[in-house]
Every structure is written in structure tokens, then in C-alpha cells.
Nanobody
């Protein structure tokens, strides 16, 4: 019953900024981590950033210093602030979360629908 809904993608010129949002809803007992992946045409899906609950964020080398991952106070929404965007950042960005729906259950991975980010040169 968990859904991840993404927003914030779009077209931006090189050097610009975008902020992606991903809201988790449904039956949620706890969230182990939330993160972002991306997939460019002709390339495999790659990890962009991940934020474990109670832990520290991790970033792909290609986005370090430019992107920042964060959560809201309720820890059900994750953001990806993208600054100094480059054409090579162009990809479909997917929200990912590992969620324990009920206290006696295990965890499952969930994915957002994907949002297109296009950076023009």
C-alpha cells in the first residue's frame, strides 16, 4: 500500500538548479532509508544519493559538492537539491525507499515513477 510520488523535474539550463521531491504515503511503520537513483539513455541505473534514517548521506562522486539530499521533519518526504547542473546530469531520476510497513513485518523496497531532468548546454 506504499506509494512514492515524485515531483520537481523539468528542463533547466546548465548551471541552474532544481529540487526534486518524493513523498511516501500509505502504511508506514518505519523508513530505513530514502534515496535517489538516475538512469540516462544508454546507461545503467546508478545511485545518486542515499540518506539512511539516523545516518549520514552518501553521494555518487559525480554529484558531490553539487547535490544535497534531505528529509522533512516527518521523514516521509525526501528532497534532492541539485545545483550547478551539467548536461551529463540529464536522466530520469527515481526515488527509492526501504520501508517497514508494519512492526511485525519485514522491509520492502519501493520506487517512484521517475521524473525527467533535462539539462541543456
Amino acid at each position: 500500500q506504499v506509494q512514492l510520488v515524485e515531483s520537481g523535474g523539468g528542463l533547466v539550463q546548465a548551471g541552474g538548479s532544481l529540487r526534486l521531491s518524493c513523498a511516501a504515503s500509505g502504511t508506514i511503520y518505519s523508513i530505513k532509508f530514502m534515496g535517489w537513483y538516475r538512469q540516462a539513455p544508454g546507461k545503467q541505473r546508478e545511485l545518486v544519493a542515499v540518506l539512511p534514517t539516523g545516518g549520514t548521506s552518501n553521494y555518487a562522486d559525480s554529484v558531490k559538492g553539487r547535490f544535497a539530499i534531505s528529509r522533512d521533519n516527518a521523514e516521509n518526504t525526501v528532497y534532492l537539491q541539485m545545483n550547478s547542473l551539467k548536461p551529463e546530469d540529464t536522466a530520469v531520476y527515481y526515488c527509492n525507499a526501504r520501508i517497514q510497513a508494519i512492526w511485525w513485518g519485514g522491509t520492502s523496497d519501493y520506487w517512484g515513477q521517475g521524473t525527467q531532468v533535462t539539462v541543456s548546454s
